[in-house]
């Protein structure tokens, strides 16, 4: 009797401890879907043509081994200059580039839609977000020297 206690007592311990250690799918799926690369001084002369804006742009990276919707999520700048995903979904391993311009969607490629710039060419913030506003990640560069930070 007391050796099936012991092995009752082990399997529940090993059960438990299995349980804790594997993340839930939703926490698996959001937490390697993460800000990449800014690319916050298009090249050239900032002349607010479309393709000068679309030289400007975030990518962001999803690690994970599963598709990850990102619909309702927003990225945004310090200065809250707002993006919100619409019906996307981000492909496992895949990366997309959400351009401060205008251009036609696809799974790699997403567009803001703007007139002007968002990004600011010395300093400024990303912040990705889930749609319930939980912050995601976070990326911050303040340099002049260069046109883009790595995340």
């Known amino acids: 009797m007391l050796r099936t206690r012991i092995l009752t007592v082990t399997a529940g311990a090993a059960a438990l401890a299995a349980v ?10 959001s937490g390697s ?16 043509s479309n393709a000068s ?9 999803n690690t994970t081994s599963r598709a990850v919707s990102l619909k309702g999520w927003t990225l945004t700048d310090a200065s809250n200059h707002r993006y919100v995903f619409g019906n996307y979904t981000l492909g496992k391993g895949a990366t997309v580039t959400v351009h401060t311009g205008k251009g036609r969607n696809s799974a ?13 060419n010395d300093k400024d913030t990303a912040t990705l977000k889930k749609a ?8 911050s560069y303040n340099s002049t020297r260069v046109d883009y930070k790595m995340c």
């Not at 804790?20 to 799926?29: K, M, Y």
């Open 20 to 29: 804790a250690v594997v993340p839930t799918q939703a926490q698996a799926a």
């Open 33 to 48: 879907v993460h800000l990449y690369k800014i690319y916050y001084d298009s090249p050239g002369t900032d002349t607010r």
């Open 53 to 61: 804006l679309n030289g400007e742009y975030v990518q962001i990276r």
């Open 108 to 120: 790699a490629h997403l567009y803001q839609g703007r007139a002007a710039y968002v990004w600011n």
């Open 132 to 139: 319930n506003g939980s912050r995601v990640d976070s990326c």
